[in-house]
């Protein structure tokens, strides 16, 4: 369960989030759309608690939180097995060097072994393909038990076959387990199969509910302050956005992008 | 080899290499191989000083130390931390020229501050070298963890409500304290090659954090105590004998990680 309550943010000369309300129940898969700069790292981070707002208040029920940060470049060499990734999704916050426990690698292995990738779980870290990193930090997210998972552009760079991966994961982690997952993406496309919360941000204001209450014409030119049209193409959903006599074109998966004028 | 003069020598050597050695570990996983460089070139002026005034050489080289990581510490919240580091190291060698300018016997001095000692150790420098690196060590074994955890990545240890840069400061300042006493064994010139030749060569030896940090140690105490007794039969430098011994580990290392990653071409 996740609330959030008339959120502002803020920076010195920059209002990154204005307003923002939403609210999802246990077992929400809700992608997070917007476009680079729109405010979706921003909001995540204070859920998280590492922003303060300027004002508003968020909720996130018990449980705890897990988090997967943006894309990790890691070094190929660094001497860490996925495992060990995992692991320190534990305890990696403790004092001292980790002690041989039972328990602590039977929950290390359980996790793999819930995100399939027990097969790469003693490879280093930094030889695993771009899809197979994201699953081990989605299991270094959720090996604690948290009942709400934050995501921030885990899709970003990945290969086609690795997005429908990760998503068929994050799926089966909401069914299964009732956990509520946020999930920022500049492409809401890959996620439409699944997602049935959407919150769209767009500069610093939010609407959110239903993908077809949300992705709609209206709704969307009114959050932009300019007429927006939503189009469907072979199951695909674009925005054209039109300023004046300049069209700008964004299919979510890329920032507005001037293509050509249309009278 | 054994002599009362030379236990001195192995006794602190082997102490230095043992820290410099968990220090390394962490250096190289963490990209800090600029800073480990800078902060030992960074003592110097301090040793130069302590000369020139009179006091004990370690108290002078941990005062510099300190000032570096001051340094990089502040100056990275400004700008890019490789040019904080690279204005610190310049700011640190320009004091430190000051220093030895006013300092008599000159060349010796400079000699035994830029390229060590190690057979020059006295007793009573023994006991505040063997103080500093318990501590250096200790400290970082206790942040083993979080210094892991951040060298993934420093937004999983915000998450967990830990301050990257509060961490950032406790690495430097033990990197600090290794390197201060580290100093008169290999040099100021090569304490950098003791900390990152045996690192670079265990991390592509095993996967296994741990075990990489304690193939360091003893990559690093044999990097030592080899270096030890060459310099003694040939009476060449120890700083030249650990700055090869670190290049070699390094290939043998590169070496390794490139065997064990080779696949036979499908292709005959």
Redesign the interface.
């Given at each position: 369960m996740l609330t959030v309550d008339s959120l502002s943010v803020g920076f010195p000369g920059n209002q990154v989030l204005q307003d923002v309300n939403f609210h999802l129940p246990q077992g929400s898969f809700c992608g997070l759309i917007g476009t680079n700069g729109s405010g979706k790292t921003t909001l995540l981070r204070t859920i998280?608690?590492?922003v303060t707002p300027d004002k508003g208040k968020i909720e996130t029920g018990v449980g705890g939180?897990g988090?997967v940060?943006?894309k990790?470049q890691?070094?190929p060499?660094?001497?860490?097995?996925a495992r060990?990734?995992v692991a320190?999704g534990i305890?990696?916050?403790?004092?001292?060097?980790?002690l041989p426990s039972p328990s602590r690698r039977r929950a290390v292995d359980s996790m793999l072994a819930e995100v399939g990738a027990t097969e790469f779980a003693?490879?280093?870290v930094g030889?695993l393909s771009g899809g197979q990193q994201q699953r081990i930090m989605i299991a270094?997210a959720l090996v604690r038990g948290p009942r709400l998972l934050l995501l921030d552009e885990p899709l970003a760079n990945l290969d086609i076959r690795s997005v429908a991966e990760v998503i068929a994961l994050l799926h089966k982690l909401v069914v299964e387990q009732k956990i509520t997952v946020l999930l920022s993406a500049h492409d809401m496309n890959p996620l439409l199969p699944v997602m049935n919360q959407i919150v769209y941000l767009a500069h610093g204001r939010s609407v959110s509910g239903a993908v077809e209450e949300v992705v709609r014409s209206s709704v969307l030119s009114s959050l932009y302050g300019y007429h927006i049209d939503v189009i469907q193409v072979h199951g695909r959903v674009l925005v054209v956005a039109a300023v004046g006599a300049e069209a700008r074109t964004t299919e979510m998966a890329h920032e507005p992008v001037h293509v050509t004028s249309i009278p | 080899m054994l002599s009362n003069f030379m236990i001195n020598t192995w006794t602190v050597a082997s102490l230095v290499a043992i820290t410099a050695g968990l220090v390394g570990f962490f250096t190289v996983i963490r990209g800090a191989s600029f800073a480990a460089h800078t902060i030992p070139l960074s003592t110097f002026p301090g040793a130069a000083a302590a000369v020139l005034l009179g006091v004990n050489q370690v108290l002078g080289l941990i005062v510099a130390a300190s000032l570096s990581v001051i340094g990089i510490n502040a100056l990275s919240r400004r700008g890019q931390p490789d040019v904080a580091t690279a204005m610190t190291l310049v700011m640190m060698l320009g004091l430190g020229t000051l220093c030895l300018s006013q300092i008599s016997q000159y060349s010796q001095q400079v000699y035994a501050l830029l390229f060590g000692q190690v057979f020059g150790i006295s007793q009573a420098s023994i006991t505040p070298i063997a103080v500093i690196d318990i501590f250096a060590a200790g400290a970082l074994l206790m942040l083993f963890r979080p210094l892991l955890l951040s060298s993934l990545s420093t937004d999983l240890l915000q998450a967990r409500y830990l301050t990257a840069t509060r961490l950032n400061l406790a690495f430097l300042i033990i990197l600090a304290l290794a390197s201060a006493v580290a100093l008169p064994v290999v040099g100021a010139l090569l304490v950098f090659s003791l900390m990152v030749g045996p690192a670079s060569a265990a991390r592509n030896i095993t996967s296994r954090p741990v075990l990489a940090m304690g193939l360091t140690v003893l990559i690093s105490l044999f990097t030592v105590w080899t270096a030890i007794v060459l310099s003694y039969v040939t009476n060449w430098p120890v700083g030249f004998f650990v700055g090869g011994f670190g290049a070699i580990a390094y290939s043998a290392g590169r070496g390794a990680l490139r065997i064990r990653r080779w696949k036979p071409s499908p292709i005959s």
């Open positions: 998280l608690g590492l939180i988090y940060p943006q990790i890691l070094d060499f660094m001497p860490l097995r060990d990734v320190l305890d990696g916050h403790h004092l001292g060097v980790p003693n490879r280093r030889d270094h | -």
